[in-house]
């Protein structure tokens, strides 16, 4: 399968600061990519769509303004944690949607948030 | 809202044969996915389905019918690797091939 990347894997920062994750897909195109967040012995949530040279699309309950999300080129979405608090640490995700003939999401490793 | 439901935990032996069901009330249906996730990584595709019928791959199995909302997972010849979380999920029509995940399955094989 298609391979996708994040960086950084884990990462601890202090309440008040912002983060940026990156997710990459190696090996292939996507124009459209997920984030997710997976609290301890939880399903994944879809956090939003990001699609490459547009706005993304946030689902319900979601910030924008705190969540924000550049999705700049075919391989590269980033997620930019702002003004981080402790209840923002979790398990973030991202995925890229591959193409036919069922769209597989193919997933990243994840990255370990932890605000103090 | 959608809805999508799967036992919590099961527990099954070594070498055995194990059923995870899932079942699914969501406004608009384009097909069901599993996925298989180990505790802090990602999770990685099982199978997929889109019609009614049952899909064999290896020691994995998948079933699916629509009218029933009802998908289940079955995994056969349990080993001890097999120990994951599973994780039911469906594509919605329209949904911009999104996936709304289910509660998750915690399985443990034993000995």
């Known amino acids: 399968g298609a391979v996708v990347s994040q960086h950084p894997s884990w990462v601890i920062c202090k309440s008040g600061t912002s983060v940026k994750i990156e997710c990459r897909s190696l090996?292939?195109?996507?124009?459209?990519m997920f984030w997710y967040r997976q609290f301890p012995k939880q399903s994944l949530m879809l956090m939003a769509t990001?699609?490459?040279?547009?706005?993304?699309?946030?689902e319900q309950g979601v910030e924008k303004d705190k969540f924000l999300i550049n999705h700049a080129s075919l391989t590269l979405s980033t997620l930019t944690v702002t003004s981080a608090h402790p209840e923002d640490s979790s398990f973030y995700i991202c995925?890229?949607?591959?193409?036919?003939?069922?769209?597989?999401?193919?997933f990243g490793p994840g990255t370990r948030l932890t605000v103090t | 809202g959608q809805n999508i439901d799967q036992p919590t935990e099961m527990t099954a032996t070594e070498g055995a044969i194990v059923q995870i069901n899932c079942t699914y009330q969501?406004?608009?249906?384009?097909?069901l996915f599993w996925y298989q996730q180990h505790a802090g990584e990602a999770p990685t595709f099982l199978s997929y389905?889109?019609?009614?019928g049952l899909e064999e791959k290896g020691r994995f199995s998948s079933f699916l019918s629509r009218s029933k909302g009802y998908s289940y997972l079955l995994l056969k010849e349990l080993q001890m690797k097999d120990s994951a979380s599973y994780l039911c999920?469906?594509?919605?029509?329209?949904?911009?091939?999104?996936?709304?995940f289910g509660t998750g399955t915690q399985l443990k094989v034993e000995l």
């Open positions: 995925s890229a949607l591959g193409r036919l003939p069922i769209y597989e999401q193919y």
């Open positions: 969501t406004s608009g249906f384009n097909g």
């Open positions: 389905n889109v019609l009614d």
């Open positions: 090996d292939f195109q996507a124009t459209t």
């Open positions: 990001s699609n490459e040279g547009s706005k993304a699309t946030y």
């Open positions: 999920a469906v594509s919605l029509t329209g949904g911009g091939n999104k996936l709304t």
